[in-house]
């Protein structure tokens, strides 16, 4: 049995496998496929560093699936281990938008107001 109390990156994908409900899957490539959504989202943080260009709508469709398949705890947990903690600011206010964010988990990371207020107007 592996232990989740800390994930390490030997440890994430076995997480990552173990949360995984996704009944269409039929390989695991879909999998895969599923996880390289966390690479796209990095992306698109990164993108909004050097542009100021924020996909948001693309930005909530990656992680409202990631919630779908991995469940909401187990997509948060993942996305806080994937994403770059510069980032996080960014994936705070998306989770707390769309009220997936628990509400007293990662107090000291602030909401980018700037951003909520865009997601405001969707």
């Not at 994430?12 to 989202?41: G, Q, T």
């Not at 990095?42 to 990656?62: A, P, Q, V, W």
Request: hydrophobic share 45%; proline share 3%; aromatic share 12%.
């Amino acid at each position: 049995m592996v232990d989740f109390s800390e994930l390490t990156p030997e440890n994430i994908n076995m997480f990552a496998m173990k949360h995984y409900d996704n009944p269409s899957c039929v390989d695991e490539a879909e999998f895969l496929d599923d996880l390289k959504r966390f690479r796209y989202l990095k992306r698109l943080f990164r993108k909004y560093d050097t542009s100021g260009e924020l996909k948001m709508r693309l930005i909530i469709n990656h992680i409202i699936i990631l919630s779908n398949v991995f469940g909401v705890d187990a997509a948060t947990t993942l996305l806080f281990f994937k994403i770059e903690r510069n980032h996080w600011s960014l994936v705070k206010t998306f989770l707390v938008y769309l009220h997936f964010m628990p509400e007293n988990d990662l107090i000291e990371v602030p909401i980018n107001h700037q951003v909520m207020g865009q997601l405001g107007q969707i």
